[in-house]
């Protein structure tokens, strides 16, 4: 019953964030055969397309599954039965009950997080912590962001990436929070679910323009220096732990405190062996 419900209640926000898109279809992330892994479809009327480029730009093998370079994207979709969330716990909003104790309130100033970055972007932080009055999609054209009264131009192209990217972002950490008892680990314990996701990724030297930097290195599992340094941010704070970037030229570097001591991450790599000898200022 309990897997039954996390299904749809991500069903229903994935249909939520993809409201407003001029095309007729709508991405979907069905679990076909009861595995517990989900593949991703982009469906009309009702069927999946298959063997082509959807509308939005993105590939789709001859089932209809979600590819990137051929391999098909999956996330796991029910929470493992010896994981003890606390009984008033939302799968759709895994941080909802940590948004004070862990600094994880919007804002309109900008100051977001524990390190003043949010979890990926305003929308990511805005679903893990069901934070709904500040999940904004800008659709294409011309419109004013309600959270900051600024005016924007949105092309087409960006807004379906913009939607893709945040459906995707927020699947994998509801999958990846629901799959562990984060509320009552120590902060090493929790430290080290970050390292084990970094570790899990392939540092690559390659151009990085338009791309999304937590979208790379958590779905695609590749990236930069930076692009390391911003998600491990990203998942400190998802995770209540403080951490900084630091970084000259062409690299950049991070450090996440566990119980009040630095310890140093670069590229894919997060050294929990020994704390840094490096003077790091947490903010």
């Given at each position: 019953m309990k897997k039954k419900f996390i299904k749809i209640t991500l069903a229903a926000a994935l249909s939520l964030a993809m409201a407003g898109t001029s095309f007729a279809g709508e991405w979907q992330w069905l679990d076909s055969n009861s595995d517990g892994i989900s593949e991703c479809y982009y469906m009309e009327n009702g069927s999946p397309l298959t063997n082509t480029t959807t509308p939005d730009g993105y590939q789709v093998n001859e089932a209809g599954a979600w590819i990137v370079n051929g391999v098909i994207q999956t996330q796991n979709v029910a929470i493992s039965n010896n994981v003890n969330h606390s009984a008033n716990y939302d799968p759709a909003h895994p941080l909802a009950g940590k948004i004070d104790e862990w600094n994880l309130r919007i804002t309109n100033t900008g100051l977001i997080g524990a390190n003043s970055i949010s979890i990926c972007n305003d929308n990511i932080q805005a679903l893990l912590t069901g934070q709904m009055d500040k999940y904004f999609i800008p659709p294409a054209g011309y419109s004013i962001n309600p959270n900051t009264g600024d005016q924007m131009y949105i092309s087409q192209e960006d807004y379906d990436k913009n939607v893709h990217n945040t459906q995707a972002l927020y699947q994998w950490f509801c999958n990846w929070?629901?799959?562990?008892?984060?509320?009552?680990?120590?902060?090493?314990?929790?430290?080290?679910?970050?390292?084990?996701?970094?570790?899990?990724?392939?540092?690559?030297?390659?151009?990085?323009?338009?791309?999304?930097?937590?979208?790379?290195?958590?779905?695609?599992?590749?990236?930069?220096?930076?692009?390391?340094?911003?998600?491990?941010?990203?998942?400190?704070?998802?995770?209540?732990?403080?951490?900084?970037?630091?970084?000259?030229?062409?690299?950049?570097?991070?450090?996440?405190?566990?119980?009040?001591?630095?310890?140093?991450?670069q590229n894919n790599v997060l050294n929990l062996n020994a704390p840094t000898p490096d003077n790091v200022y947490f903010q």
């Open positions: 929070l629901n799959g562990m008892d984060f509320e009552n680990m120590t902060e090493m314990e929790r430290a080290r679910e970050i390292q084990k996701v970094l570790g899990q990724g392939q540092y690559v030297l390659e151009n990085t323009s338009n791309r999304n930097a937590y979208y790379s290195v958590l779905i695609n599992k590749r990236g930069v220096c930076g692009e390391y340094a911003m998600t491990a941010i990203s998942l400190a704070n998802a995770l209540g732990l403080k951490a900084a970037i630091s970084g000259t030229g062409n690299h950049a570097v991070y450090y996440i405190q566990v119980n009040g001591v630095a310890y140093f991450g």
